[in-house]
T-cell receptor, first 116, second 113 residues
């Protein structure tokens, strides 16, 4: 599935840096998601947006700041991160939020983040 | 709350062997069930899904049947290939939970020639 793209694919940053992750979906979907995948831990949902409005914040620290300017683009702004934030950050989109015809999520390839 | 339990890996098989990866779930309503696959260095790809009891999802030779009576969604393939080596995730969503995907821990499959 190439309908969801993420940039950059790899990012190395220091704890005092500010960087942003970008996600773009070309599927005409209305909902977008950020997930964190750490080694040896289950996939963790971070944020959900539906029609540009945030509908879920899964107790994510404020050093992660999402932005959804439109239904096709989703950003994750990063600042003052910690080494334990190193992980694969995955973006996903779905047609909507409810019902079996709209709930399938399609994932991007992820951004591999390393915090030094 | 919802939960998904998968068999722990790694699962190591020889090429052309039969594959089963067990998945059971707990949900309060009527979930949709999914299998996602993650190849090395890549994101998750939807492999198959089923939206109601007794539905069978299938794709690329993989199958899984939604069994409400046993709350299971086991993944099977009759003859695996080396290219099937990946991590497989079982997951569910419920419409009354805002489409939040609940994932199992993932099962790594290694297929040897």
């Amino acid at each position: 599935e190439t309908g969801v793209t993420q940039t950059p694919r790899h990012l190395v940053m220091g704890m005092t840096n500010k960087k942003s992750l970008k996600c773009e979906q070309h599927l005409g979907h209305n909902a977008m998601y950020w997930y964190k995948q750490s080694a040896k831990k289950p996939l963790e949902l971070m944020f959900v947006y539906n029609f540009k409005e945030q509908t879920e914040n899964n107790s994510v620290p404020s050093r992660f700041s999402p932005e959804c300017p439109n239904s096709s683009h989703l950003f994750l702004h990063l600042h003052t991160l910690q080494p334990e934030d190193s992980a694969l950050y995955l973006c996903a989109s779905s047609p909507g939020l409810a019902g079996p015809s709209t709930d399938t999520q399609y994932f991007g390839p992820g951004t591999r983040l390393t915090v030094l | 709350g919802n939960s998904v339990t998968q068999m722990e890996g790694p699962v190591t098989l020889s090429e052309e062997a039969f594959l089963t990866i067990n998945c059971t779930y707990t949900a309060t309503g009527y979930p949709s069930l999914f299998w996602y696959v993650q190849y090395p260095g890549e994101g998750l790809q939807l492999l198959l899904k089923a939206t109601k009891a007794d539905d069978k999802g299938s794709n690329k030779g993989f199958e899984a049947t939604y069994r409400k009576e046993t709350t299971s969604f086991h993944l099977e393939k009759g003859s695996v290939q080396v290219s099937d080596s990946a991590v497989y995730f079982c997951a569910l969503t419920e419409s009354n939970a805002g489409n939040m995907l609940t994932f199992g821990g993932g099962t790594r499959l290694m297929v040897k020639p």
